[in-house]
């Protein structure tokens, strides 16, 4: 009998985001045969150790825990698995497997693309895309971000066989730890002579950073009244990304893991983040698990 499935989010203080990710583990629930659970490192609840106690207690021994994450930054790589670690030491006998983060994916670049053509609506003509990831300290998941963007302007762009799009540009941008800014991508665009420009987010559900994304995008606008700037939606809870989670959970369940460990920078001494090889991953301080206080650290999402 396979093992039930455990996802797990990074966490948010903004509600509607918590609420989106309950109904994407609720939709998860409904079509696989297996239990499904969920929980969040950090900031909100339910903690992932309710999640683990939830499957525990039905009798699992054994869980498939994927990663609700984009890209292999520091939640995907360290984060989370010091968390499970902990988790094992709660609950005797428990063991998981562990799968990759969701991108890149072809799953994710049809999601893309489709929010991008709910922006656009029924007006064609030459557009640009602002892509704009979350940020991070890990020059690979920053890399992550600029191949997401490359991929989806391969096929898409001016010289693709998708025509139907009018694609002039795709660019990628951040919106935390890592430039180029909003600001700045916006800015490039313009001067590359971009009209019409869609912001397209490269994040999962609402939260914080996704409405600053909005925010500033709008004020770049207000003060460049000549452009057309759009906000397309996050990828959100739908079937497709649900049918992903299901993919990486198959993975994970045949050991089929394909993580790129090349540019990792807990693995590889890169120029200036040699310190963080072979450092230890400790799991986050979570205000609804009170075992965990004092141990870890937060962050202010």
């Known amino acids: ?11 948010t203080r903004d509600e509607p985001g918590v609420a989106e990710f309950g109904r994407f583990v609720a939709r998860l629930g409904a079509r696989m045969p297996v239990q499904v659970a969920g929980g969040f490192i950090e900031l909100s609840p339910p903690p992932l150790t309710e999640a683990v106690a939830e499957l525990y207690a039905a009798g699992h021994r054994r869980v498939a825990a994927v990663p609700l994450v984009l890209v292999a930054a520091g939640h995907g790589k360290g984060d989370i698995p010091g968390a ?10 428990l063991s998981y497997t562990y799968g990759r983060p969701l991108g890149p ?17 029924a007006e064609p003509g030459e557009t ?15 890399a992550e971000v600029h191949k997401v963007a490359r991929l989806f302007w391969e096929g898409r762009g001016a010289s693709g066989p998708d025509q139907g799009l009018g694609l002039t540009a795709v660019e990628p941008a ?12 916006l800015d490039r665009l313009r001067r590359l002579g971009a009209r019409r420009i869609v912001v397209l987010p490269y994040f999962l559900f609402s939260g914080i950073l996704p409405d600053r994304v909005v925010t500033e995008a709008r004020a770049y606008a207000g003060d460049h009244r000549e452009l057309d700037v759009r906000c ?17 959970y198959e993975e994970a369940l045949l050991g089929d893991i394909r993580m790129n460990c090349d540019t990792c920078v807990y693995r590889i001494a890169m120029p200036g983040f040699e310190d963080r090889v072979g450092a230890p991953q400790l799991p986050h301080h979570h205000p609804d698990d009170p075992a965990g206080h004092g141990h870890g650290h937060a962050h202010p999402h």
Do not use: Q, W, Y
Not at 3 to 9: E, I, M, N, Q, Y
Not at 87 to 93: D, I, P, S, T, W
Not at 105 to 121: K, Q, S
Not at 128 to 142: H, I, K, M, W
């Open 174 to 185: 951040f919106i935390s730890l890592a430039r180029p800014s909003v600001e700045e991508g």
């Open 232 to 248: 397309a939606e996050v990828i959100g809870d739908c079937d497709g990304l649900a049918g992903l989670v299901v993919e990486r």
């Open 1 to 11: 009998m396979k093992p039930p499935l455990l996802v797990v989010g990074h966490g």
């Open 105 to 121: 994916h072809p799953t994710l670049l049809g999601l893309l693309e489709e929010r991008l053509r709910a922006a656009l609506g």
């Open 128 to 142: 640009a895309v602002l892509l704009v990831g979350r940020g991070s300290t890990d020059p690979d998941a920053n």
């Open 84 to 93: 499970m670690s902990r988790e094992l030491v709660r609950h005797a006998g």
